[in-house]
Structure formats: C-alpha cells, structure tokens
C-alpha cells in the first residue's frame, strides 16, 4: 500500500483482524469514564545514520500528527537490534542515493521480521527524481507500505518540526492526512505483532523454587513422576 502511488498490501488486512482486541472501550452504562488504549510502539530507523535529521523530523511531525490513538513512536539506529515484535519505519529523504541505500536495506531484509514501511521525505519544493519513483516501485512486493511526505518549508525554520502542521495550506493538509492514516496503519500492525506473537510457556514452581535468582536460562525438564506412598495398617 501507497499513501502516495502504488498498491495495498496484504499487511493491513492482517492488522484490522486484531482491531477488535486493541479498541479502545466504550464507556460504562454507570457512566465511568472509557479506559485509555493499549499502547504500542513503532521504531522510526533511518536507513544510514546520514540521515538522522530526517528521521527525527518525521518522528516530530508523527507525533504531532497525534489523536490519543495509543501509538508510541521512537527513534532507533540503524544497527538497533530488531525483533519479530517491532514494526519499524525505515526513513529517507527522496534522493537516488538515498533510495539506493533504502533499496539494500530492504532486499536484505531478514525474512524473519515484518516486512518494513518505507517514509520517504521530500528534501525539495519538487517531485521525487524519476530513479526515486522507480526503485519505490521496485521495492513495493517487499515493504508493508509507502508513505511520502510532502516537503514543508516551515519545518526549516522552527525549532520544533511538528509545529509546521499548524501553518494552513495544501500541503500541510496533505501531510497531516497521511500522517494519521501512518498512525492508523503502525498501530494495527504493532498491535497485530503483539498479538501474534507466540506466548511463553510459564515455568511450573516447582522448576524455579530452587533456583534463587529466578528460573533457568535453559528449557526447564518434565517434572519427575511422583510415586505414591503406601500405607500399612497392622
């Protein structure tokens, strides 16, 4: 799926599956007050440590971009460790290098974590470059969506970027659009990873009470057969 050209993915529709678990719920016929949503967060990762600045302009637009929707965003290094749990936002301004190097990233991406979101901001007052639009399209049977934000002068020029969502104008009203449906989007999935994800076995008392600094790293035995006492009555 595109928030600007290209094609749905199969990811949303996992994710509107568990939308039914993550809602927030409705208030009380004695009048209490709803309870907050279950909070879920997204890893922002710019796709070189080039481009940090980007990547923290589009965590300051995202969050302002908020609606109590429950969705945390945070801002991770490229070499962050990644687990099957993180739904991360790979960031990159709409240059050929820097597409090139989003491109790598993705065709190595390990089959084991969630496909990525591809956010693509606009370095320019200009369409992407032709090669930008290519290789986006190319990537597009490989990414769970593709997000690109509109170039915003103001955000240059404020020492707070998400304070360029409150100047009026088209672009800003574009931006703003997909920031949230952004938003929708890393929240169903995240909360469609948690849910999925498979739950740990706890470990039975009897594994763990001899061992004082908590249970064993290692996958505990079967408990021991017990045999039953006998008792004989003269």
């Known amino acids: 799926m595109s928030l600007a050209f290209g094609k749905r993915s199969d990811t949303g529709h996992q994710a509107q599956e568990v939308a039914t678990v993550v809602a927030p719920t409705e ?3 004695d009048g209490d007050s709803a309870q907050p949503r279950v909070r879920h967060s997204a890893l922002l990762v710019p796709v070189s440590r080039d481009y940090l600045a980007p990547a923290r302009q589009a965590l300051a637009l995202l969050e302002a971009a908020h609606t109590d929707d429950g969705l945390q965003p945070r801002l991770a290094l490229p070499d962050t460790p990644a687990a099957p749990t993180d739904q991360r936002v790979l960031v990159a301004p709409s240059t050929t290098h820097a597409m090139s190097q989003a491109a790598e990233v993705i065709t190595n991406w390990r089959p084991d974590l969630p496909r ?3 956010l693509v901001m606009r370095d320019a007052p200009l369409p992407p470059p032709p090669a930008v639009v290519d290789l986006v399209r190319t990537l597009e049977e490989r990414i769970a969506l593709h997000v690109e934000l509109p170039y915003l002068p103001q955000a240059r020029l404020l020492s707070d970027p998400g304070q360029a ?3 009026r104008g088209r672009r800003t009203r574009t931006t703003l659009k997909r920031l ?3 938003r929708k989007h890393l929240y169903l999935a995240a909360a469609w990873l948690v849910h999925s994800a498979p739950a740990t076995r706890p470990v039975p008392v009897y594994e763990w009470q ?3 600094g908590g249970p ?3 996958d505990p035995a079967p408990a021991p057969a017990l045999t039953p006492t006998v008792s004989h009555h003269p």
């Open 27 to 29: 208030n009380t016929a």
């Open 210 to 212: 001899n061992h004082p």
């Open 116 to 118: 990525p979101v591809l």
């Open 165 to 167: 969502l409150q100047v």
């Open 216 to 218: 064993p790293a290692a």
């Open 180 to 182: 949230r449906e952004l």
